[in-house]
């Protein structure tokens, strides 16, 4: 058999969780592209209707539902419905996810929850009712979004980067526990990457200027530039696809170098 045609994603039905725009959006389109069948959800209606307006727009017929990835009740609900509409998921991307930038000592104790709710918990809920439909058919895919605050802090996230380290090992976790189904979970860590997440951290200033931390990623990263959604995809689609069987538990960071990197030295 070609080799490529492990990369396929052809018949597979692919759940990315919040995904009317930004990264999972940008891993959605390479999945349908690779012949996935891709099944959505967001907070409202009106943004899964921009959101499948979006897929129309790059020729996808995507399956859209409202449905908070924190509410486990409507996520079962929302399973049975996509079962009745495309039947039983064979890849789970948890992408769905909030931050809140407060200094620790600032944050209240309800934002530092709900901050996990939605990066750590969320994902627990979803794997676990999907994972059973991946048993069902003898193999399965989860992808958790991940971060580079999955292996350092920095100033004012610290929620985000207690949710982002839990996510990597529970994403280990399910490796070891449901392994042996043939299901492998991974991570993906993306670097800093150009989406409505981080737009606050690239605004341009009064004076025309760059936001110091835009300047400050910059010369962070290797690449030394933002990426982009579209730098996510081949990572993805290898990790959902059979082309990546024997990896699980891994983390694969996507950021540009930023981790391998101490910084630029003095000039
Ligand atoms: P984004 O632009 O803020 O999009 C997040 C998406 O998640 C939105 O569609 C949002 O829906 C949805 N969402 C939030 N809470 C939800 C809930 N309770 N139930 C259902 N959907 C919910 O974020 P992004 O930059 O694309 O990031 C996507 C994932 O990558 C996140 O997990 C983020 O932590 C992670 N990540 C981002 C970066 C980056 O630099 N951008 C880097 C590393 C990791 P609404 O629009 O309705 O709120
Ligand atoms: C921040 C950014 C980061 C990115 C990403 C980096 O405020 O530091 O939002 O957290 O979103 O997680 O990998």
């Known amino acids: 058999m070609d080799f490529t045609q492990n990369f396929s994603l052809k018949g597979k039905v692919a759940w990315v969780t919040g995904a009317s725009y930004g990264i999972g959006f940008g891993i959605a389109t390479a999945f349908a592209q690779a012949g996935a069948t891709i099944v959505f959800n967001d907070l409202t209606q009106e943004k899964v209707d921009k959101g499948l307006d979006s897929y129309k727009a790059e020729g996808i017929q995507a399956h859209g539902y409202v449905c908070n990835v924190c509410d486990e009740e409507a996520v079962k609900a929302t399973i049975e419905q ?3 509409d495309v039947g039983l998921i064979d890849i789970l991307v948890n992408n769905a996810g909030i931050i809140k930038r407060i ?19 969320a994902p627990f809920i979803v794997s676990k009712n999907v994972i059973p439909d991946m048993i069902k058919k003898g193999h399965g895919k989860i992808i958790n979004i991940c971060s580079m605050m999955s292996e350092l802090g920095r100033e004012t996230v610290s929620a985000y980067a207690a949710a982002k380290g839990g996510l990597k090992m529970l994403t280990r976790n399910i490796c070891s526990e449901y392994g042996k189904y043939n299901i492998q979970c991974n991570g993906i860590g993306p670097g ?8 606050p951290l690239r605004e341009r200033q009064p004076d025309g200027s760059r936001h110091p931390f835009d300047s400050f990623i910059v010369s962070k990263t290797p690449a030394e530039r933002w990426g982009d959604p579209k730098d996510l995809q081949g990572p993805a689609v290898f990790l959902a696809s059979d082309a990546s069987n024997f990896v699980n538990g891994h983390i694969l960071y996507v950021d540009g170098g930023i981790l391998a990197y101490i910084g630029r030295q003095p000039q």
């Open 82 to 84: 996509i079962h009745k």
């Open 192 to 199: 800093y990457i150009a989406t409505p997440q981080t737009a």
């Open 103 to 121: 200094p620790m000592l600032e944050m209240k104790v309800e934002d530092f929850r709900a901050v996990v709710d939605v990066d750590l918990n």
